[in-house]
């Protein structure tokens, strides 16, 4: 169920960003890394993901992204012999044009994830990408 919602997505967010870039050639893909460890013990539900794509990802970002199962690591570069932290994660690209409201909206979704699961950080890279239809 989890690959065909995954596939779901990735054909919502392709479709939707051919529309929402109609006659542009440049846009931002923004990558976010989610970690679903919870600093009290446990992770992240399927169901509290969900809500938090319901109710912070979509109403931001209506026209589409993709959403991706991973794994990684950090290390908190704040600390001094800080441990190495492995965890589950979720990743979200989304494809945006570079405007003002797209980065104020990704600061959003970053603030309610770190609010809402008591996290330090959301990694987020962002780059020039040229939308090929």
């Keep these: 169920m989890r690959h065909f919602l995954f596939m779901v997505g990735l054909v919502v967010a392709l479709i939707g960003s051919g529309d929402a870039f109609a006659g542009t050639a440049d846009a931002v ?32 970002f209506p026209d589409g992204f993709t959403v991706l199962d991973g794994y990684g690591q950090w290390r908190d570069p704040g600390m001094a012999d800080a441990p190495i932290v492995r965890e ?44 090929v239809e």
Excluded at 117 to 124: M, P
């Design 88 to 131: 589950k994660t979720r990743v979200i690209v989304i494809v945006h044009p570079e405007t003002s409201a797209a980065e104020g909206a990704i600061g959003e979704i970053k603030s309610f994830y770190k609010t809402s699961f008591g996290q330090k950080s959301v990694f987020h890279t962002q780059a020039q990408v040229r939308v």
């Design 29 to 60: 893909e923004t990558t976010l890394y989610f970690g679903l460890d919870l600093p009290g013990g446990g992770t992240v539900s399927e169901e509290q993901w969900s809500g938090f794509l319901a109710d912070a990802v979509t109403p931001r």
